[in-house]
């Protein structure tokens, strides 16, 4: 019996030494799954559900309103290229992409790029977007 608890507590510490590995690789395909879930929003201009991957902080303090859902609503994503996850001190992920939008009345396109910042929400378990959604009309 005792034997069999010595290996029991062996096993179990060893485990607990992989845990945390276990854990990063587990928020890594988080990251991965919301990541690829408001590429796919984005290039299919769909922003409502894009906005839905927010913060919800940063929703609360910036409330989309419906004439800015409107200004949405006319563009249609025509690119949108990621660059690489690049991870701050902070345990932030950024990550740059550059988006081509036509405005869908006057058909003019242009290019931006938008730094994404990813924050890990260890209570609900998640990553969440905290840019907001690009603003395809700053300086204008």
Same mark, same amino acid.
Request: net charge neutral; hydrophobic share 40%.
């Given at each position: 019996?005792r034997?069999?608890? $010595? $290996? #029991?507590?062996?096993? #179990?510490?060893? *485990? $607990?030494? +992989?845990?945390? /590995?276990?854990?990063?690789? @587990?928020?890594?395909?988080?990251? /991965?799954?919301? !990541?690829?879930?408001?590429? *796919?929003? +984005? @290039?299919? *201009? /769909?922003?409502e559900?894009?906005?839905? &991957?927010?913060?919800?902080? +940063?929703?609360?303090?910036?409330? &989309?309103?419906e #004439?800015?859902?409107? =200004?949405?609503r !006319?563009? !249609?994503?025509?690119?949108?290229?990621?660059?690489?996850?690049?991870?701050? /001190?902070?345990?932030? +992920?950024? =990550?740059?992409v550059?988006?081509?939008?036509?405005n =869908?009345?006057?058909?003019?396109?242009?290019?931006?790029?938008? !730094?994404?910042?990813?924050?890990?929400?260890?209570k609900?378990?998640?990553?969440w977007?905290?840019?907001g959604?690009?603003?395809?009309?700053?300086g204008?």
């Amino acid at each position: 019996m005792r034997t069999f608890l $010595l $290996l #029991l507590l062996a096993a #179990l510490s060893a *485990s $607990l030494a +992989v845990a945390p /590995d276990a854990m990063a690789q @587990r928020r890594s395909v988080k990251l /991965d799954q919301v !990541q690829a879930a408001w590429s *796919s929003s +984005v @290039r299919w *201009s /769909d922003f409502e559900a894009a906005w839905q &991957l927010v913060d919800p902080e +940063v929703r609360a303090g910036q409330p &989309l309103t419906e #004439l800015e859902l409107e =200004r949405y609503r !006319q563009l !249609q994503v025509s690119s949108y290229r990621e660059g690489g996850n690049g991870e701050l /001190d902070d345990g932030t +992920v950024v =990550r740059t992409v550059e988006i081509g939008v036509v405005n =869908r009345h006057t058909q003019a396109e242009r290019t931006m790029r938008f !730094q994404e910042r990813w924050r890990w929400d260890k209570k609900s378990k998640r990553w969440w977007q905290m840019a907001g959604l690009p603003d395809f009309w700053e300086g204008k």
